[in-house]
């Protein structure tokens, strides 16, 4: 099959990878869309491990209020580079972790943070283990992977802070 630039363009589109990696994804799958989808998610997630321990000293502090000002959340989310940080997607990141946070009230961020005492599920207890609100298919962990992959740097949810009225 004959691999087209607007192909190669839709799928650079959805995905976020560089030209060359979307074209060797199309040509490894075919031209199937999904599999050249599913085939970058793999590479990025590979990458992603490999960068975990890389230091994320950039980033943003977002902040969400809902329902009338009777809930607020602070969440600081941090990148490797400030360039990052300015861009549009990881904002976008940042704040739907800001509203995950006033939706499901979890208590701590990552399973290793989790204490004897919490109550609950790791879904109802730990942010990254929670499904997304605007897609249950996925986990936080899942939307902070697939940013990684997209960005090609290491992504942390640093720490949260929920406000509600009255709570």
Do not use: W
């Not at 208590?107 to 109550?119: I, L």
């Amino acid at each position: 099959m004959t691999i087209t630039t607007g192909m190669v363009k839709e799928l650079r589109d959805a995905t976020g990878a560089g030209v060359m990696d979307a074209k060797r994804a199309l040509e490894e799958s075919g031209g199937d869309m999904a599999k050249a989808t599913s085939l970058l998610r793999e590479k990025g997630l590979a990458l992603a491990a490999k960068r975990a321990e890389r230091e994320t000293n950039q980033g943003v502090v977002e902040s969400y209020i809902h329902a009338g000002g009777r809930i607020g959340v602070l969440v600081e989310v941090n990148c490797e580079t400030d360039f990052v940080a300015k861009t549009d997607e990881f904002r976008a990141l940042a704040r739907d972790v800001a509203m995950q946070v006033a939706a499901m009230s979890p208590q701590v961020v990552a399973a290793e943070d989790r204490t004897a005492e919490m109550e609950g599920t790791d879904e109802e207890v730990v942010l990254l283990k929670q499904p997304f609100i605007k897609d249950a298919s996925k986990t936080i962990e899942d939307l902070v992977k697939d940013a990684v992959a997209k960005t090609g740097e290491n992504i942390r949810i640093r720490r949260f802070v929920r406000f509600g009225l009255g709570e």
